[in-house]
């Protein structure tokens, strides 16, 4: 069974930054394609970012490259969300997940291909 356990939400204020985590329990992430998904209040699930771990290809939700940068880090089977210049707008909870191969690239993106997902970490951009 795998198990997805996110970290590193919080209050920030506008212009801050944040380290998201997710780490994984049961399987290892080597053969995976894992992603960042968000959901603000009343508002419907947001693609943020997704990784590959086989060969590293990323994708962005659009407009969020070049403020967010997903990685991997396969010694400790966990992956990041580095979010730098934070807005109000990114309030949100944000979610991990997981789907047990390599998905393509058009696919990182669609939030029905993971088949794991964690409990969520709450972002709070407010000044």
């Known amino acids: 069974q795998v198990q997805l356990v996110e970290s590193g939400g919080g209050l920030v204020q506008p212009g801050a930054s944040l380290r998201l985590s997710c780490a994984a329990s049961g399987r290892t992430f080597s053969r995976y394609s894992t992603g960042w998904f968000r959901q603000a209040p009343g508002k419907e699930r947001e693609f943020v970012a997704a990784i590959r771990w086989a060969d590293g290809n990323t994708r962005y939700g659009d407009s969020l490259k070049g403020r967010f940068t997903i990685s991997r880090d396969s010694a400790k089977n966990t992956m990041y969300l580095q979010m730098n210049s934070l807005k109000p707008e990114d309030t949100a909870v944000y979610y991990c997940?997981?789907?047990?191969?390599?998905?393509?690239?058009?696919?990182?993106?669609?939030?029905?291909?993971?088949?794991?997902w964690g409990q969520g970490t709450p972002v709070t951009v407010s000044s």
């Open positions: 997940a997981g789907y047990p191969g390599g998905l393509i690239y058009g696919m990182l993106g669609v939030a029905e291909q993971y088949e794991y």
